[in-house]
């Protein structure tokens, strides 16, 4: 199998300090990655540098056969028209109609009529369930139907690489499971290509391939999701099983107590 | 001796710090010009703007217009009465309206209404990460969201200025005909003779496309820049109020002095 991703020797930084150190990773074509890790750690970095966002400081980003470090922002541009992105919060424009939203790169990009771009457009609404919501505003949408709508956009020329940040943020657990069922779903059947950053542990095992957990810049594990289920490693234990201590204590770094108490005349 | 120079040092740091922000939006104006293709190739686009940006304006803008007019027009009457040309207050009224009040105040009004409306509007897309999306969709924001904004400011700004004059020398009529008594004929006769279509009226619109392209560079580019957070947008807001309106002064004695020298 062939990566779409690959990712050598990378290390980037924002000013003097470095958020990423020797990563290297790779995406094969069709598969689900999952890149967890706590907040902080750089994961969310990691995507936008694989989405041209931000150019690495050293190492080499390939995404679809395209060195990312070398583009310019014209041909930046134009390799984006092979990726999708759902953000966070969905970021849907709110000035347009979910319509509108879905049908906005149909209209940017590409020559196709009216009529055949309402087609396409409901179609991919009803790829997510929310066709009889074509007509709503963003403001009008519940965070889970918002995120099925930028969803829905993210997939609306077919990507060949979707990148999800964070995309079980602030879900009920209704709405969290059809997120991700959907995000399954729609990488089998369309043929694409996903990563997926996020810290929900329980979920993300249930549909991902493959993972990489990042700690403090660094790739500290890898492995399928039965792999990590197992893994005995302490940092990971701990993230899987959302233990209070253990490699990343509960106390933040402090004097002792003794000595902060009489500082305070206690 | 310490206090003057750390004095100086200050006065320094804040005067670099305004000519590098200066710099800054004339960069952004220039990236906008350069990106304005799709806000003519796709009108529609920008007229949505000048929706928003310039008939959301109209009732502040007619409102004043009216009120001003009718200050001008007692307070016209008021002096010339005292030197017995009373019948020149539609002069008086049109040539301040015209000249200096209609694209001054219309653009002083427009950078608190529509100019923070636009800053609010991109610096909160921005917050939300709508122009990150729209980037990922290989969508240039600035062609897209800002570029539109601008040239729907630049469009309004005119329009706006000549209805306030307009409106204005209705409240002036109103006031001095309708309820003083002056002449009407004087009044409309005495202000046509008066009033130079080139050296006032276009001079007055050419005022007001200047204060459109800087008021609209502002806010557009104080929301593009705006850190992405409510203190931040907020912030950017007040910044667009605050600068436009010096701008607009500025700019205004600058082109008043070339306008009266008659551009030689």
């Not at chain 1, 694989?50 to 070398?70: C, F, I, P």
């Not at chain 2, 990106?35 to 940006?53: C, G, M, N, P």
């Amino acid at each position: 199998m062939t990566n779409l991703v690959e990712i050598a020797n990378l290390n980037f930084g924002y000013n003097s300090r470095l958020v990423l150190k020797g990563i290297n990773l790779t995406v094969p074509k069709g598969s689900l990655v999952a890149i967890m890790g706590l907040s902080g750690c750089g994961k969310t970095t990691l995507l936008r540098l694989m989405g041209g966002q931000l150019r690495a400081s050293e190492g080499t980003v390939t995404v679809a056969g395209e060195k990312l470090n070398d583009l310019s922002q014209a041909e930046l541009y134009r390799f984006r028209r092979k990726l999708g992105m759902l953000f966070q919060f969905g970021a849907l424009f709110t000035d347009l109609s979910v319509f509108d939203n879905v049908a906005f790169q149909m209209r940017e990009h590409t020559d196709l009529s009216e009529t055949f771009i309402q087609d396409l457009t409901l179609l991919k609404l009803n790829a997510v369930g929310l066709r009889g919501m074509h007509h709503m505003m963003p403001s009008e949408l519940s965070g889970g139907m918002a995120r099925r709508v930028a969803l829905a956009r993210a997939i609306a020329l077919d990507p060949q690489l979707m990148l999800y940040d964070e995309p079980f943020t602030g879900l009920d657990p209704i709405s969290l499971g059809v997120i991700g069922q959907l995000i399954r779903k729609l990488n089998d059947t369309l043929g694409t290509t996903s990563v997926l950053v996020t810290h929900d542990v329980q979920e993300s095992l249930k549909i991902v391939d493959y993972i990489y957990f990042v700690s403090d810049g660094v790739i500290v594990a890898q492995g399928t999701p039965d792999e990590i289920r197992g893994s005995d490693l302490p940092f990971v234990h701990q993230f899987i099983w959302g233990e209070m201590d253990g490699p990343m204590p509960f106390h933040y770094p402090a004097q002792s107590l003794k000595h902060d108490l009489e500082l305070m005349g206690g | 001796m310490t206090n003057i120079v750390s004095g100086i040092r200050i006065v320094g740091d804040r005067t670099l710090k305004i000519v590098e922000r200066i710099g800054a939006i004339a960069s952004f104006l220039f990236s906008i010009l350069i990106h304005s293709a799709a806000s003519f190739k796709r009108f529609s686009l920008t007229i949505r703007e000048v929706y928003f940006a310039g008939v959301q304006s109209l009732i502040i803008i007619l409102v004043s217009g009216l009120f001003v007019g009718m200050v001008l027009g007692l307070q016209g009457h008021e002096t010339l009465q005292r030197y017995g040309s009373e019948d020149s207050v539609g002069v008086l009224v049109a040539l301040s309206l015209v000249r200096e009040l209609g694209p001054v105040v219309s653009a002083l009004l427009f950078a608190s209404r529509a100019g923070s409306a636009i800053t609010a509007e991109i610096g909160l897309m921005k917050a939300t990460e709508q122009l990150s999306a729209m980037e990922m969709m290989a969508v240039n924001p600035i062609s897209r969201v800002v570029a539109p904004r601008f040239w729907g400011g630049v469009i309004s700004l005119p329009l706006l200025a000549l209805l306030f004059s307009a409106m204005g020398i209705i409240g002036g009529y109103l006031i001095a005909v309708v309820l003083i008594g002056v002449d009407s004929g004087s009044f409309w006769s005495q202000m046509q003779s008066a009033v130079d279509f080139e050296h006032d009226i276009v001079n007055g619109i050419i005022k007001s496309l200047v204060f459109g392209v800087a008021i609209s560079a502002i806010a557009t580019f104080e929301g593009y820049e705006a850190p992405p957070t409510a203190e931040g947008v907020s912030g950017a807001t007040t910044r667009t109020v605050v600068s436009s309106s010096l701008a607009v002064l500025a700019l205004d004695l600058v082109l008043t002095a070339f306008m009266l020298k008659g551009w030689n």
